[in-house]
Nanobody, 122 residues
Framework: QVQLRESGGGLVQAGGSLRLSCAASGGTFSSYAMGWFHQAPGRERELVAAITSGGSTNYADSVKGRFTISRDNAKNTVYLQMNSLRPEDTAVYYC????????????????WGQGTQVTVSS
């Protein structure tokens, strides 16, 4: 029902910043939990950050203190502010939407965007 489209990825030097955006259409955006995931070559897709319809957040240990997830329901958009980037953050970043009661695992997400590449050079 919902369609997602990520943007904002690119190539940055270590220590730099990027802001990813995910625009949603279809469904009722404000009722979904939203998440950001990354997938590096040879690795599984992993949860980076998530936010519920009520604004509760959850972060992977590796990004706590560096990344911030937020949402703007008036714009049907979720953001990921990425600061102090490290080479190990290099991956394809995906936006996901969860229409159910659970929101802390990849398996809880029903809809996905196409992904945007983030590359951090040293």
């Amino acid at each position: 029902q919902v369609q997602l489209r990520e943007s904002g990825g690119g190539l940055v030097q270590a220590g730099g910043s990027l802001r990813l955006s995910c625009a949603a259409s279809g469904g009722t955006f404000s009722s979904y939990a939203m998440g950001w995931f990354h997938q590096a070559p040879g690795r599984e897709r992993e949860l980076v950050a998530a936010i519920t319809s009520g604004g509760s957040t959850n972060y992977a240990d590796s990004v706590k203190g560096r990344f911030t997830i937020s949402r703007d329901n008036a714009k049907n958009t979720v953001y990921l502010q990425m600061n102090s980037l490290r080479p190990e953050d290099t991956a394809v970043y995906y936006c996901g939407a969860s229409g159910g009661r659970r929101w802390l695992s990849r398996s809880h997400y029903d809809y996905w965007g196409q992904g945007t590449q983030v590359t951090v050079s040293s």
